[in-house]
């Protein structure tokens, strides 16, 4: 693209649509018409300048225009109570769906990892003895020691607080971090299963493998489902830096990223849910037995949103990204 031909060719659009933007509500039907027609090219040629040749302070200046016109065409909005449902009723549950082919198979090779690290540790006592000292492994595994006491150490309230703080924060760098192809994701999960498959293999090796699976399992369903969802959608952005299909890698990134971002509200608002548990039910004096039907019903629960509320949006065409109206222009460019 020869840029000074491209400005020459293209300034009196720019200019008479920065006129029309100044003269706000006193716009004519038509001249109205003209303004939206000119703010979609000018969307065009600023993908195409940006792709083609960025210049910063041409950059700079359409991007302002397209901006200001975006919000006189599109008007003011604020979010509402309409926005907050719609979210939890269609826009995450449908994001979630849509990524289960990721977060499926993330789940089921991470618990099949946890399964083989934690009986290579319980059957292999030069591991266990690389992972600690016997008499720690005795205070960490013997009855009332630290696996036990760890659910009831600190007051219900702010341990699911704090539970809920560390794997919100978790979720979110699985999520923010899937761009970097995914890489940090690997090894974030990886941390997650290891620290599982240790207190699988060091329980297991005492005789206690069922007090900590009744321990574990309450909350861990919810909460690793959580986990394994935004894993699996990190690693569904970092794909898409690979290989974003038929549409351009910006356009592509744009929307997993904006449907990353509704994700990590909405598994803030699951892992909650599992951090109550934690806190509250885990170390509570109910029967194991009624302690895992509840983390049961919770996990059941989830699944029964996502692929109910969830494949209903899904089908419907949501993809878990913003409305139509919410999002920038894209329009088909050629040079």
Do not use: K
């Amino acid at each position: 693209m020869d840029l000074d031909v491209f400005v020459t060719t293209h300034r009196i659009e720019w200019d008479r649509l920065d006129h029309l933007l100044h003269r706000g509500r006193s716009l004519t039907g038509a001249e109205a018409d003209e303004l939206v027609a000119l703010y979609q090219r000018t969307a065009t040629h600023l993908s195409m300048i940006q792709s083609s040749a960025p210049d910063p302070l041409l950059t700079a200046r359409l991007t302002q225009l397209v901006a200001r016109a975006r919000s006189t065409v599109t008007g003011t909005r604020r979010a509402s109570w309409r926005d907050a449902t719609r979210f939890l009723t269609a826009g995450f549950p449908a994001a979630v769906y849509r990524s289960r082919h990721w977060w499926i198979p993330t789940a089921v090779l991470s618990t099949l990892l946890t399964a083989v690290i934690g009986w290579w540790i319980g059957v292999h006592p030069e591991v266990q003895a690389s992972i600690g000292a016997p008499d720690d492994l005795r205070a960490l595994t013997r009855p009332g020691g630290e696996y036990e006491t760890y659910y009831s150490s600190h007051p219900a309230a702010s341990f699911a607080a704090q539970v809920w703080t560390n794997n919100a924060q978790a979720a979110a760098l699985c999520l923010v971090l899937g761009a970097f192809l995914g890489v940090p994701v690997i090894w974030i999960l990886f941390l997650n299963v290891l620290n599982l498959a240790v207190g699988i293999g060091l329980m297991s090796s005492a005789g206690r493998l069922d007090t900590f699976l009744g321990l574990v399992l309450p909350h861990g369903l919810l909460e690793l489902t959580a986990v394994f969802v935004a894993a699996g959608t990190g690693l569904r952005l970092g794909w898409t830096v690979i290989d974003p299909g038929p549409r351009t890698r910006r356009s592509a990134l744009a929307q997993q990223g904006r449907a990353a971002i509704g994700m990590a509200i909405g598994l803030a608002l699951v892992l909650f849910v599992s951090g109550v548990i934690e806190g509250f039910v885990t170390p509570s004096g109910l029967p194991t037995w009624a302690r895992i039907t509840i983390g049961v019903a919770a996990e059941l629960a989830f699944l029964a949103y996502v692929y109910v509320l969830g494949g209903r949006a899904a089908r419907a065409g949501d993809t878990g990204d913003v409305e139509d109206r919410e999002r920038s222009a894209e329009l088909p460019a050629a040079a």
